[in-house]
């Protein structure tokens, strides 16, 4: 039998799954906490900003949307970062995310738009 941590949400109009609590641990992060947070190459440059993360089938984090370039969200696009290559790190209460990359390269990655996503 699966477990809860296995299943994940399922796409679908009604829940036949009976409902289930779970504990939040202290060494958990909230996602809240990390959309808007800066992202740091590790020379500490800054490269971007998290703007979105990509849940796959309701059940893994599979993408980690990074908006890079812009002024004050004018000419700004979007790349999807493997959450995999990104280390997080609570610098005085405030998460930084950090990848071994730098603005030219993020700049010139396969972008992301919205428009293309189903919902």
Same mark, same amino acid.
């Given at each position: ?12 109009? +009604? ?14 992060? &909230? ?9 740091? =190459? /590790?020379? *500490? ?11 796959? /089938? ?12 812009? $002024?004050?969200? &004018? ?16 610098? =005085?209460? *405030? ?7 730098? *603005?030219? +390269?993020?700049? /010139?990655?396969?972008? $992301? +738009?919205?428009? *293309?996503?189903?919902?």
């Amino acid at each position: 039998m699966s477990s809860s941590s296995d299943m994940g949400m399922k796409m679908a109009d +009604t829940a036949t799954v009976k409902l289930k609590y779970v504990t939040v641990k202290p060494a958990d992060v &909230m996602s809240s906490k990390l959309v808007g947070t800066t992202v740091y =190459n /590790n020379k *500490k440059e800054t490269v971007g900003e998290v703007e979105d993360l990509v849940i796959e /089938n309701g059940k893994t984090l599979t993408g980690v949307v990074v908006s890079v370039g812009g $002024f004050l969200g &004018m000419g700004e696009s979007y790349v999807v970062l493997d959450p995999s290559t990104l280390a997080i790190h609570d610098m =005085n209460g *405030k998460w930084a995310v950090y990848a071994d990359t730098d *603005k030219d +390269t993020l700049k /010139n990655a396969p972008k $992301f +738009t919205y428009s *293309k996503m189903k919902k």
